[in-house]
């Protein structure tokens, strides 16, 4: 019995923020149990929700009723009407499914390129739907090739230093005017992904405090609960402004929202101390004019990206490069996955079998000597075959008895698995990594920080 | 060569070396360098002081009477308000300006010479006051002004959103540009205050006359008034950065003016020469 994969989502360039909230999914752990029930074609779900995105990935029997049958209890979560979800999803199968899974765990299709804290977020809700049961031999085993394909086109492109560079270059400049950034405190103004990202960045170097502004007042108070600092609602800004020395602004306003007159009553309150703001709203949240006042430090995204040297030839081509990479493992994965059936796996293991007794034949011809009867060496070579043959035989019985039942796919990847048949159970690299693995090192333990203090939205609440 | 010479060349050459060496230091980035430059400009700041010591020890009458000593002290000074600023603020850049300028100070206290008749009460507690704040005050100033320079190089660069490179990284923070410019204007001013009244006593009780139109004296009261306005500005109007970066620079040049120029080439009782 063959499985499809199919994906259903919406992200920031289908929906707007409105529908991305309306049919975002704070607890995914309860789809995922109601779309994996015993009579239900789906058998293994698993559920990624966050601010930009929600995916739904399924396994199940190639019936068309899996896609009615997910829209449907998905609306039914949120409350709302099928109808009105389906313009803003895009629905991918088989190996579409599996590249937009990579290419979600690599960043690659998030709003800031090649950003680490996706990738966190999807082992967060990996390892729920795991602990829900939600998740099967298959979906593992994408997930995992998801993240192994993740953290290879991490370390094999500059794709996510860029968009760490660009927090780090931002700490790295409020450290110029402040010295330190221990002890500061930062201000919120609304919150997206990079926002959280440069937030995230400053905390780990020492910010005291956090101050989290957004006009849906519930979304800030969730995030100021994340960092550990105190959600204020977006018309007492300014009275809050004077206490913030660095202030990081993303919010979707169509005009500025900081102007430089407001910004020198701000410093005559905080008696001339200096302020950075990042503004990494597109369009821009402040008006560039404050970067003219004393004392004042204001920088955008492009800014911090020129800082870091990054142009946008240079952007595309990495992204070129992550998507060959990520094409690879795609392919990798569905040879797996076609192999992953009854007939071609018993294929395989008579196959495994042969190819060892018809080494070990030339082995033993080889020492015997040319003077061998040719009558003796077919007897040999009889015996050989016949031999793998039959320790062949009860694994192989095991497993069409098995293949029958439900979740039988279990042992035909536990049979692969055994006897290695995807040439894979050791990576290509296990061996041979000495000379970057500092740098890998080193990028892992920047997502790590990135991830750490980030629970995916589908935990939140 | 007398132990003397034999002194003042050791302490020419350790300034020297540790001028050169820190230079590189910044220039290659090289933190040994650097390390040792410190090493270098610590033990030439302890030859410095025994050198001083021993010449108010030998003939302390006539010492005082000598230009070239005050030029010393001043040397002396500045390097004891950096060594002060870089304990405290690890502001090692100042080094740039401190041990450059202490250099030619010290050198020029040996170009500097001829003594000259002072009268007798001239070792008096007003003139030790009078030489004392006052050259700890220009010290301050100086460093003022570096930090100040400093200042507002970092500022422009970070303000047109220029990439940070070599040099500008090596920089420290503006706050603690900031904060050396604090400390020196807090500081500074007033010992400036006690140096210009302890000297106005000073010729009160020496040529009973407390204002001459001396015009280093002239200057001077235009010198406090510009840093008694920075001081004004600066802790209770809440001025920083910028500003009070510019306004020390301005201070310290009229000083250096006021000491140079006025000195050497203006009639004036403050002459080193006779």
Known sequence: MQYTIFLFGLNHKTADVEVREAFALADGGVLERALVTRESPIREALVLSTCNRVEILVSGSPASEAASLVLSRWAGHCNRDAASLAPHIYVHSGTDAVEHVFRVASGLDSMVLGEPQILGQMKDAYRRAVSNGATGVILNRLLHKAFSTAKKVRTATGIGASAVSISYAAVELAKRIFGETAGKKAMLIGAGEMAELAATHLLTSGISHLFVANRTFSRAQELAERFHGTAIPFEDLAEHLPEADIVISSTGAPQAIIRARDIKDVLKKRRQRPMFFIDIAVPRDIDPDVNSLDNVYLYDIDDLREVVEENLAQRKEEAARAGEIVREQVESFSHWLKALDLSPTIVDVLRYGEDIAKRELCKTLRRLGPDVPPETAKALERLALSISHKILHEPIVFLKRRSRENAGERFLDLIRRVFDLDKESVPEDAHGRGANEPACDCEDEISNKASASCVPTSSRN | ?274
């Not at chain 2, 300034?15 to 390390?35: D, F, I, K």
């Not at chain 2, 005050?70 to 041990?99: K, Q, V």
């Not at chain 2, 990284?169 to 204007?185: C, E, G, T, Y």
């Not at chain 2, 306005?229 to 920083?240: E, I, K």
């Open chain 2, 1 to 274: 060569m007398t132990p003397d010479n034999l002194l003042f060349l050791a302490v020419i050459g350790l300034y020297l070396s540790g001028t050169v060496l820190y230079l590189l230091g910044v220039l290659w980035h090289a933190q040994t360098l650097r390390r040792v430059s410190y090493i270098a400009a610590i033990a030439g700041f302890i030859l410095h002081s025994a050198c001083l010591g021993l010449s108010l020890r030998e003939e302390a009458g006539t010492t005082l009477l000598r230009g070239e000593f005050y030029f010393s002290l001043l040397a002396w000074s500045l390097l004891l308000i950096f060594f002060f600023l870089w304990w405290r603020l690890r502001m090692d850049f100042l080094g740039l300006l401190a041990s450059p300028l202490a250099l030619i100070l010290f050198l020029s206290s040996q170009a500097v010479g001829g003594a000259r008749q002072l009268p007798e009460t001239l070792a008096g507690l007003f003139f030790g006051l009078h030489i004392g704040s006052l050259f700890l005050s220009i010290s301050l100033l100086a460093m003022a002004c570096g930090s100040g320079a400093g200042y507002l190089f970092l500022e422009r660069k970070i303000k047109t959103k220029e990439k940070l490179t070599g040099f500008a990284r090596a920089l420290p923070s503006l706050s603690s540009f900031d904060r050396a410019n604090q400390w020196a204007v807090t500081g500074g001013f007033p010992l400036y205050t006690i140096g210009l009244v302890s000297g106005f006593l000073w010729a009160k009780l020496t040529w009973q006359r407390i204002f001459s139109w001396d015009p280093k004296e002239v200057v001077a009261i235009f010198i406090w008034l510009l840093f008694a306005f920075l001081f004004h500005q600066r802790l209770f109007m809440g001025w920083r950065g910028r500003k009070t970066a510019w306004l020390a620079i301005w201070v310290f040049s009229l000083s250096i003016v006021s000491m140079l120029v006025i000195n050497f080439f203006m009639p004036t009782h403050h002459s080193f020469a006779s």
